[in-house]
């Protein structure tokens, strides 16, 4: 009888423990760590020329859009390029025009990893619009532009300038305020905005050069140049940081324990001796002829009744058999 309530408790106990580590183990692995998404690539661009002119032919009798984008390259997609003339066709009596002529003219993006870079470089330069074949908007020995955006980090954006530069013949000396005019009489007006750059929390620009231009040579009505032209342009974005997402839930079959009341909980935890105790048989009063393994009041007439049948039936037999005799 002990033994029996041994092991039952026993056996329940593994039972409930095994099904609770089982319950447990799938929301003991998906809390081990977030899942992480990775975020979008970032991106990278650069330019070493870009025009929005409005040239206008013949006192304004004809307009020509002159928009030239030179070494544009953009990045995943593209790394590099380093052509140094760019050219346009219709503006100079049906004959190619060249807006840009440069020793150096290299446009560079590259994303890698947790990185977007971008850069440009741009010497002994020479723009020209039309209007002015023999003379050029601007001169220049070397201008760089730069732009780094990294995730974690905070974007740079720089850009670098020569001392002094050549607007419409006349020797420039640049100015640390970041704006020079040049107004140059019978020939027209340029206004540079000179290194500009702009960074936000993911981002970055940088520009060598951007001039303004308003140029109507000797006033001749022959020809009138207006726009922008920007020289040496980078820009980038940073990839964007990995997003922690919340570790999925644990079906409700899996996370439920297998119920048990309080009582059965504390039973199955008992000390070994308390359990024997509890499955003792409760003490009998004192002078009850018990037998050891139990009995009650009863038990005397019980036991007599049963000689009493059992002699009766041995007389049965005995009388049946000396009557057969006869």
């Known amino acids: 009888m002990n033994s029996t309530n041994f092991r039952m408790p026993a056996r329940r106990w593994f039972a409930v423990a095994a099904a609770t580590v089982l ?7 998906a809390g081990a760590g977030p899942a992480q998404a990775t975020g979008e690539h970032g991106s990278a661009s650069a330019a070493v020329l870009r025009t929005g002119l409005d040239v206008a032919l013949l ?8 928009t030239v984008t030179l070494n544009e390259v953009h990045a995943p997609q593209s790394a590099r390029k380093t052509l140094l003339t760019a050219d346009l066709e219709g503006v100079d009596k049906g004959r190619p025009f060249s807006v840009l002529r440069a020793e150096v003219a290299d446009a560079k993006a590259t994303v890698e990893g947790k990185r977007a870079e971008s850069s440009t470089t741009l010497a002994k330069a020479r723009v020209h619009v039309p209007g002015l074949p023999l003379l050029s908007l601007i001169e220049l020995e070397k201008v760089t532009s730069k732009a780094v955006c990294e ?19 006349k020797r420039v000396t640049l100015t640390s305020d970041g704006t020079t005019e040049v107004t140059v009489p019978g020939v027209g007006e340029v206004r540079l905005d000179l290194s500009r750059t702009e960074t936000t929390s993911r981002t970055a620009a940088a520009t060598a050069l951007r001039l303004e231009v308003a140029v109507d040579p000797a006033k001749l009505n022959v020809t009138e140049v207006n726009g922008t032209v920007t020289l040496a342009e980078a820009k980038c974005e940073a990839p964007a940081a990995p997003v922690e997402q919340p570790a999925p839930a644990a079906p409700a079959e899996e996370q439920a324990a297998p119920a048990e009341s309080e009582e059965s909980r504390t039973a199955d935890v008992q000390p070994q001796g308390a359990r024997a105790e509890q499955a003792a048989p409760a003490e009998q009063p004192a002078g009850a002829d018990l037998a050891e393994t139990g009995g009650d009041s ?27 005799r006869n």
């Not at 006192?59 to 002159?66: E, I």
């Open 298 to 324: 009863t038990t005397p007439y019980i036991a007599g009744a049963a000689v009493a049948l059992l002699a009766a039936g041995g007389a049965g037999v005995a009388l049946s058999r000396r009557g057969r």
């Open 151 to 169: 995730t974690g980090r905070t974007p740079l954006a720089s850009a670098t300038l020569p001392g002094s530069v050549t607007v419409l013949g």
């Open 23 to 29: 319950a447990a183990g799938p929301a003991a692995l």
């Open 59 to 66: 006192d304004k009798s004809a307009n020509v859009p002159l």
